[in-house]
């Protein structure tokens, strides 16, 4: 496993789902923590003194806005500012709204390019500056099998995961020489809240029970016929910040139970 003693990871969108695990693995590893999100303010302090107690690490939360520019920039700096670095960046936040294009609502197709797309160029353009001074860094983007493939009803989701596929490729041509890699990880359909949340809509949309979403929607498109498990994608992001995974960059991992294997 990854040593990642000494280092700092930043997880955008790590206040639940799969942010959370991600957080939670580099903890295990060693990392000092920046977590973020939104959520009750109890919660999120319960999650992050969990973290402390429970790895023996430090983590402090960002309230960082990822539709805000500057509010990002600063939760880089935040993680600097306090531990002296940031090593790790994974750029997860995300949110889905599930819609027929003739009626999506624009202000939706706007937020999912910014929270899904836009802030990972925002983390990362602040980030790379210190991981090219140290000559280490590790980046890995939440992408999706929807940045290989489409599903119906869901055009800025797939839009702005297509998007992250290719700036993790251009990422990783830029900082090739710096021992910084850049990597996305696509999971297909993981069981956390961002899931369950759309299942209302896609019965809308396509005039189903909610039984009928979870086995012939959600588990139609993963052979395996399994939801894959947030600690799966985490152990994943945690083999690629360690030394095995130096020369894997530019590269969109799939973990979906086969479902872009058809
Ligand atoms: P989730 O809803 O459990 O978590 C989303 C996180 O993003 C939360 O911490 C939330 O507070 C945060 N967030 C949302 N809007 C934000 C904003 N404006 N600023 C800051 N933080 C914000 O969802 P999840 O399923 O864990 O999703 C995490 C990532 O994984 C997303 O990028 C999602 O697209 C991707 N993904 C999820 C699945 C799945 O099946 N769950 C599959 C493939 C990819």
């Known amino acids: 496993m990854a040593n990642l003693t000494g280092k700092t990871a930043v997880v955008t969108g790590s206040t639940s789902g799969i942010g959370l695990a991600y957080a939670r693995a580099f903890a295990s590893a060693g990392a000092n923590i920046v977590i973020n999100g939104m959520g009750a303010p109890a919660d999120i302090?319960?999650?992050?003194a969990a973290i402390e107690s429970d790895f023996k690490v430090k983590a402090i939360?960002?309230?960082?806005?990822?539709?805000?520019?500057?509010?990002?920039?600063?939760?880089?700096?935040?993680?600097?500012?306090?531990?002296?670095?940031?090593?790790?960046?994974?750029?997860?936040?995300?949110?889905?709204?599930?819609?027929?294009?003739?009626?999506?609502?624009?202000?939706?197709?706007?937020?999912?390019?910014?929270?899904?797309?836009?802030s990972a160029f925002h983390g990362i353009r602040a980030a790379v500056p210190g991981m090219k001074k140290r000559g280490w860094g590790r980046i890995i983007n939440t992408a999706s099998?929807?940045?290989?493939?489409a599903s119906p009803f869901k055009s800025a989701y797939v839009s702005a995961k297509h998007g992250i596929a290719g700036l993790t490729k251009t990422v990783a041509l830029e900082v090739a020489t710096h021992k910084i890699t850049c990597n996305c990880i696509s999971p297909g359909y993981v069981w956390?809240?961002?899931?369950?949340?759309?299942?209302?809509?896609?019965?809308?949309?396509?005039?189903?029970t909610?039984?009928?979403?979870?086995?012939?929607?959600?588990?139609?498109?993963?052979?395996?016929?399994?939801?894959?498990?947030?600690?799966?994608?985490?152990?994943?992001?945690?083999?690629?910040?360690?030394?095995?995974?130096?020369?894997?960059t530019g590269t969109n991992l799939s973990i979906d139970g086969g479902w872009t294997a058809e």
């Not at 302090?45 to 992050?48: A, I, L, N, P």
């Not at 759309?198 to 396509?206: E, L, S, V």
Request: with cysteine; net charge negative; aromatic share 4%.
């Open 45 to 48: 302090e319960k999650e992050r």
């Open 61 to 118: 939360h960002s309230p960082a806005d990822m539709t805000k520019p500057a509010e990002i920039a600063e939760m880089i700096a935040l993680g600097e500012k306090t531990y002296g670095s940031v090593d790790i960046l994974v750029n997860n936040a995300g949110i889905q709204f599930v819609s027929p294009i003739e009626e999506f609502p624009i202000e939706k197709w706007d937020a999912i390019i910014a929270i899904n797309l836009s």
């Open 145 to 149: 099998a929807h940045s290989l493939v």
């Open 192 to 208: 956390t809240p961002l899931v369950e949340k759309q299942i209302p809509d896609t019965m809308k949309a396509r005039g189903l």
């Open 210 to 248: 909610k039984e009928q979403v979870i086995n012939d929607v959600l588990l139609e498109a993963q052979p395996t016929k399994e939801f894959v498990t947030s600690e799966q994608v985490a152990a994943l992001a945690l083999f690629l910040c360690g030394d095995d995974a130096a020369q894997i």
